[in-house]
């Protein structure tokens, strides 16, 4: 069975500081990731996502998540947040043998000023 | 473009009345999908549609929920005999086929008084 964990429920961090939000996955065949975020009172939308090739992958406003195939994670980084970046964050996984994608239970991200 | 829409965006009836909310996906996309998200929960994949293909219903909680997809386009979740756990935000997404990319609606927040 395949399934998404997401450990940390809440991330409080001051702005400007260093945050990784975490991303584990179970799966028995080759995946595809993703990370979506929901800003307060908005829908979900696509983050980054990998599918193959270099297994670090960017965002336009500084994201970036590494694919770690050995140790089934795809934890999302940034090296310096801002306000703007409060939000539920949501890791993904689909399964390149099928339609489901499965989401984690997200992680809220909070950036304090 | 136009994005997925979803109607209505707020929802409230009594337990045991049938509730129906409909998706509009992107035109063009092949793809629809299903979730339900609930307070502190994740999103919890509920039924897939591409194409013409029989739906993926693996994911529908229990027989009261049910779905269609006419013409290949716009898409209806019908909830019957609701009960107060059906409450939770229902959100859809379209994607184009072989593209990992879902592109999600606004959702509509259902609540069962």
């Known amino acids: 069975a395949q399934s998404v964990t997401q450990l940390d429920s809440q991330v409080p961090v001051f702005e400007e500081a260093p945050v990784e939000l975490r991303c584990n996955y179970s799966?028995?065949?080759?995946?595809?990731l993703f990370w979506y975020v929901q800003y307060p009172n908005q829908g979900l939308q696509l983050l980054l996502k990998?599918?193959?090739?270099?297994?670090l992958v960017e965002s336009i406003n500084g994201f970036e998540a590494e694919f770690n195939k050995s140790q089934t994670s795809f934890h999302l980084r940034k090296p310096s947040v801002h306000i703007s970046d409060t939000a539920e964050y949501f890791c993904?996984?689909?399964?390149?043998?099928?339609?489901?994608?499965?989401f984690g239970t997200g992680t809220s991200l909070t950036v304090i000023p | 473009g136009a994005g997925v829409s979803q109607s209505p965006s707020n929802k409230v009836t009594e337990k045991g009345k049938d509730v129906e909310l409909r998706c509009d996906p992107i035109?063009?996309?092949?793809?629809l999908y299903w979730y339900r998200q609930s307070l502190g929960q994740g999103l919890e994949f509920l039924i897939y549609?591409?194409?013409?293909?029989?739906?993926?219903k693996s994911g529908l909680p229990s027989d009261r929920f049910s779905a269609e997809r006419t013409g290949g386009s716009v898409s209806t979740l019908t909830i019957q005999r609701t009960q107060q756990e059906d409450s939770a935000v229902y959100l859809c997404?379209?994607?184009?086929?072989?593209?990992?990319?879902?592109?999600f609606g606004p959702g509509t927040r259902l609540t069962v008084l």
């Open positions: 997404a379209s994607s184009l086929k072989g593209v990992h990319e879902q592109f």
């Open positions: 799966s028995s065949v080759s995946v595809y």
């Open positions: 990998y599918l193959s090739g270099s297994t």
């Open positions: 993904a996984v689909s399964m390149n043998t099928g339609n489901q994608f499965y």
């Open positions: 035109s063009g996309h092949t793809a």
């Open positions: 549609f591409q194409g013409n293909s029989a739906p993926d």
